[in-house]
């Protein structure tokens, strides 16, 4: 081989569909989620039948693939028949009522919305789907500011599934008695994936996404095992692309364990920095425990008042808990024999937030 055997050529890609690795790229086959398919296909199933639906709260960690399979059930009614209307709304993006009316008329090809008010809206829209029976998917409802919308769909459209979806299982005690009474939904929890299933979702998308044998085998491991760490398939469809780009700014023709390496290296670096969002009693505790990591929570603390700091143990505990819920530290909770129960806090290096989870 010549020296430059190895080399990508300027019009080379080691990409055949960079696309794959888009985080709204629907893949044909939604891999290991087809019991939860399966159950939410029967939620719908009696508004096929002229009959009601039933409600469905589905929750669970983010990049677990909560969406893509909700949309995957959207385009099978949207194949299957015009009597269904599937209507899916993030409501990150439509945070009120009035946003929500205003895209439920424009999903249904109603286009003289302006100057309207939020009834008026809703009020087209309602005679629009009380013509057929309709499916509705509220990704992300907690991060709606108000909940007038559903109960104006609980109460003045006839039939009808209300599929909601959050990360936050709690959400739903929150939710006003009016409401939460006439919904009442079935739950159905998605479960992160194994690390054998992360892999298989990871290896569908590498012969998508690119040339046969770019991707060498330790890369691909290193990237596995980072997102089965991460618990977000999201973070290894980041690290694949990053990865691959590093590739090929080196002219490689092959994923290497140093572009994987770069890739990982950089996320960390994200993890660390996001830090910053943190307050400042909060980061010095943080601090704290990234250099007493192993030790107890009220060894932990006494070290947090001999450096000077003023809160109260109860504060502490807190903060101590939002540092853990955030994954900045890993608390163990652990039967202490003679001395009670405590709480072992450890400093998690690396992977302290997940690149994803923006909640
Ligand atoms: N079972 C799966 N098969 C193929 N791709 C998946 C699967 N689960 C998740 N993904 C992909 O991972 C990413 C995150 O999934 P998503 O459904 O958006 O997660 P969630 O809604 O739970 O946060 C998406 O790009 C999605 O296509
Ligand atoms: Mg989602």
Redesign the pocket.
């Known amino acids: 081989m010549g020296m430059f055997g190895n080399m990508l050529g300027a019009d080379e890609s080691i990409f055949k569909n960079e696309f794959a690795l888009d985080f709204s790229y629907m893949p044909k086959l939604v891999l290991y989620r087809e019991q939860q398919q399966r159950y939410i296909a029967s939620c719908i199933a009696p508004l096929f039948n002229n009959r009601n639906g039933k409600n469905l709260l589905i929750y669970g960690k ?2 677990i ?4 399979a ?1 949309l995957k059930v959207t385009e099978e009614i949207e194949e299957k028949t015009d009597e269904v209307i599937p209507i899916y709304v ?1 409501c990150w993006q439509k945070n009120t009522s009035f946003k929500i009316s205003l895209e439920l008329c424009e999903k249904l090809g109603y286009r003289l919305t302006h100057n309207k008010k939020t009834d008026e809206l809703f009020d087209v829209a309602r005679k629009i789907l009380n013509k057929r029976a309709v499916v509705f998917i509220f ?2 409802i907690d991060k709606a500011e108000d909940y007038d919308f559903l109960y104006a769909i609980l109460e003045d459209i006839h039939k009808k599934s209300i599929i909601l ?1 959050t ?1 936050h299982k709690e959400w739903v005690a929150t939710l006003e008695q009016r409401i939460k009474s006439r919904l009442m939904p079935d739950m159905m929890e998605f479960r992160p994936y194994s690390a054998k299933e992360t892999e298989g979702i990871l290896r569908q998308r590498v012969d998508f996404a690119f040339v046969p044998n770019a991707m060498k085998p330790e890369a691909f491991n290193m990237i596995v095992q980072k997102t089965v760490a991460m618990e977000d398939i999201r973070t290894g469809l980041h690290l694949m692309k990053e990865a691959a780009q590093h590739a090929e700014s080196r002219s490689s023709r092959s994923i290497d364990e140093q572009d994987a390496e770069h890739a990982i290296s950089k996320i960390d670096e994200f993890n660390i920095k996001s830090s910053l969002d943190l307050g400042e009693d909060e980061r010095f505790i943080l601090a704290i425990a990234k250099s007493n990591s192993g030790k107890k929570i009220g060894e932990l603390f006494k070290s947090y008042q001999d450096s000077g700091g003023i809160s109260s143990y109860k504060t502490f505990q807190r903060k101590i808990k939002k540092l853990e819920q955030n994954r900045f530290i890993i608390v163990a909770r652990t039967d202490g024999g003679s001395e009670g129960n405590t709480s072992i806090i450890k400093y998690n290096s690396g992977q302290s937030k997940k690149l994803t989870d923006f909640s």
């Open positions: 983010p990049g693939g909560k969406t893509l909700c993030n990704d992300e979806i990360n």
